[in-house]
């Protein structure tokens, strides 16, 4: 036991989910906590849907009983009981080949459940982390702006290129690992209402695939249905693809829609409808996708530690991240508790949260990038129908021994 803490305030960097998620656990414990996010406050960040399963009960102890029972508020569609799971397709042949389960298992928009997140805490907007102290008094956040900030703690839950894991571990240390994979994510699509309709019809919310002949992945999925006039649904269209063409090579907007639209028309439907009605002018993002698996560093007498993509960033072909990123914000806030409480020091507190989270995430940035070879069948296995989300799944979405079900693609 040691002496109760009573004031600790701790500098949470990024207003993404693991971040927003700390600082809602701690408010929740009487904890100060600010958070300092780079992005301006009115800026619409930019969204995708993410699917929350088993993550959901750290989710739940983070939050104040009021947005507990708002939990359904960020989901792509509130009124949806998931009593459908989303379906597996060949998107060739338009045959469905399997469905993906796992506990809870429901979609959420990452700009809706960031709002959702933001209510009642503390956040410093156009807050750009430059540099990290650490003194005997505590913590300094020094920013791009000049300003500069002290706590007991700082966690970097500042995304897959943090500012923080430079700090902790120099540069190149801290430099996400290339893979082969590129993806083009579009959240922004709208469509007449007949069209918006249709694109529901296999599944209201996401439909999922691979493409043999065009050697893609591809999902369209709902991702907000707010507007009772389905002309006002927005839709997510996704397709990743191992080796040529990289970033670079459709750095041009036009040649990149280009190249979507061509490999489309080869899609089966609703897949094609989706992405051949996608705006000309709109101008759909690329990214290579990275990854970086925790590692030994120093965190300085507890002063500094990593959440979410910062500490793990693993490629989202298992849908984990958010998972694994709001377990680290309820095991964070566990963390400083006990310090308050008196029952650990700092120290002892942060290296007890990364033993645990370390290895968890080391494991998952591996099975993820294991299973977008599978998915993306640079590794050929013969196809099972579910395809298991759990903790305790295999990169093949196989449960574990004495898990409950599923049969994965063995
Ligand atoms: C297409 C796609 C689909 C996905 N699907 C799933 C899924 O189905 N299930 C799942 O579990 N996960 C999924 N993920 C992963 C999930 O999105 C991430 O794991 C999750 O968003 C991580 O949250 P985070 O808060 O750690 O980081 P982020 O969401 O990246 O937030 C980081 C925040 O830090 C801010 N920031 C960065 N640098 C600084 C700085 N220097 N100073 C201040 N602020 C800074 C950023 O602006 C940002 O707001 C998917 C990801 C993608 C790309």
Same mark, same amino acid.
């Given at each position: +036991?040691?002496? &109760?803490?009573?004031?600790?305030?701790?500098?949470? %960097?990024?207003?993404?989910?693991?971040?927003?998620?700390?600082?809602? /656990?701690?408010?929740?414990?009487? %904890? &100060?906590?600010? @958070?300092?996010?780079?992005?301006?406050?009115?800026?619409?960040?930019?969204?995708?849907?993410?699917?929350?399963?088993? /993550?959901?009960? #750290?989710?739940?102890?983070?939050?104040?009983?009021?947005?507990?029972?708002?939990?359904?508020?960020?989901?792509?569609? &509130?009124?949806?009981?998931?009593?459908? &799971?989303?379906?597996? +397709?060949?998107?060739?042949?338009?045959? @469905?080949?399997?469905?993906?389960?796992?506990?809870?298992?429901?979609?959420?928009?990452?700009?809706?459940?960031?709002?959702?997140?933001?209510?009642?805490?503390?956040?410093?907007?156009?807050?750009?982390?430059?540099?990290?102290?650490?003194?005997?008094?505590?913590?300094?956040? =020094?920013?791009?702006?000049?300003?500069?900030?002290?706590?007991?703690?700082? =966690?970097?839950?500042?995304?897959?290129?943090?500012? =923080?894991?430079?700090?902790?571990?120099?540069?190149?240390?801290?430099? !996400?690992?290339?893979?082969?994979?590129?993806?083009?994510?579009?959240?922004?699509?709208? #469509?007449?209402?007949?069209?918006?309709?249709?694109?529901? !019809?296999?599944?209201?919310?996401?439909?999922?695939? #691979?493409?043999?002949?065009? *050697?893609?992945?591809?999902?369209?999925?709902?991702?907000?249905?707010?507007?009772?006039?389905?002309? $006002?649904?927005?839709?997510?269209?996704?397709?990743?693809?191992?080796?040529?063409?990289?970033? *670079?090579?459709?750095?041009?907007?036009?040649?990149?829609?280009?190249?979507?639209?061509?490999?489309?028309?080869?899609?089966?439907?609703?897949?094609?409808?989706?992405?051949?009605?996608?705006?000309?002018?709109?101008?759909?993002?690329?990214?290579?996708?990275?990854?970086?698996?925790?590692?030994?560093?120093?965190?300085?007498?507890?002063?500094?530690?990593?959440?979410?993509?910062?500490?793990?960033?693993?490629?989202?072909?298992?849908?984990?991240?958010?998972?694994?990123?709001?377990?680290?914000?309820?095991? %964070?806030?566990?963390?400083?508790?006990? @310090?308050?409480? $008196?029952?650990?020091?700092? *120290?002892?507190?942060?290296?007890? #949260?990364?033993?645990?989270? *370390?290895?968890?995430?080391?494991?998952?940035?591996? +099975?993820?990038?294991?299973?977008?070879?599978?998915?993306?069948?640079?590794?050929?296995?013969? +196809?099972?129908?579910?395809?298991?989300?759990?903790?305790?799944?295999?990169?093949?979405? =196989?449960?574990?021994?004495?898990?409950?079900?599923?049969? $994965?693609?063995?």
């Amino acid at each position: +036991m040691t002496s &109760p803490n009573p004031n600790p305030r701790v500098l949470v %960097i990024g207003a993404g989910p693991s971040g927003l998620a700390i600082a809602q /656990g701690l408010k929740k414990a009487s %904890i &100060p906590c600010t @958070v300092f996010e780079r992005q301006p406050q009115n800026l619409e960040s930019r969204d995708w849907g993410m699917l929350l399963h088993w /993550g959901t009960p #750290y989710l739940l102890k983070t939050l104040p009983p009021e947005l507990q029972a708002r939990i359904h508020e960020p989901r792509v569609d &509130p009124h949806y009981d998931y009593s459908e &799971p989303p379906k597996r +397709m060949n998107i060739q042949t338009g045959e @469905v080949v399997g469905r993906s389960v796992g506990e809870n298992l429901v979609r959420v928009s990452r700009r809706k459940l960031r709002n959702f997140l933001i209510e009642g805490v503390d956040v410093r907007w156009e807050k750009r982390l430059a540099d990290v102290r650490v003194g005997e008094g505590g913590v300094t956040a =020094v920013f791009e702006d000049g300003s500069e900030e002290v706590g007991q703690l700082l =966690v970097g839950s500042d995304g897959g290129r943090s500012r =923080v894991r430079e700090v902790l571990l120099g540069v190149e240390a801290a430099r !996400s690992e290339e893979t082969p994979f590129t993806m083009m994510n579009f959240s922004e699509a709208k #469509y007449t209402a007949e069209q918006a309709r249709f694109l529901r !019809s296999v599944h209201p919310i996401v439909q999922l695939g #691979y493409h043999p002949g065009e *050697k893609c992945v591809a999902f369209l999925a709902a991702i907000d249905t707010a507007d009772p006039d389905p002309a $006002g649904w927005r839709f997510q269209n996704f397709i990743s693809w191992a080796g040529p063409p990289s970033t *670079k090579d459709l750095e041009d907007p036009m040649a990149r829609a280009h190249f979507w639209k061509e490999k489309a028309a080869n899609f089966c439907e609703p897949f094609r409808t989706a992405v051949l009605n996608i705006d000309d002018s709109a101008v759909p993002p690329i990214d290579a996708l990275k990854q970086w698996a925790p590692r030994y560093w120093d965190n300085l007498g507890g002063r500094l530690t990593l959440a979410g993509d910062a500490a793990h960033s693993m490629v989202p072909n298992r849908g984990q991240g958010l998972n694994n990123a709001v377990q680290d914000a309820s095991c %964070i806030v566990d963390a400083v508790v006990s @310090v308050v409480k $008196g029952e650990s020091t700092l *120290k002892d507190a942060i290296d007890t #949260y990364e033993a645990e989270m *370390k290895p968890r995430g080391k494991k998952e940035v591996e +099975m993820s990038y294991e299973a977008a070879r599978i998915t993306s069948r640079l590794i050929d296995v013969p +196809m099972g129908y579910e395809y298991n989300l759990d903790k305790d799944s295999t990169a093949r979405g =196989v449960k574990a021994a004495g898990g409950k079900s599923g049969t $994965g693609w063995d």
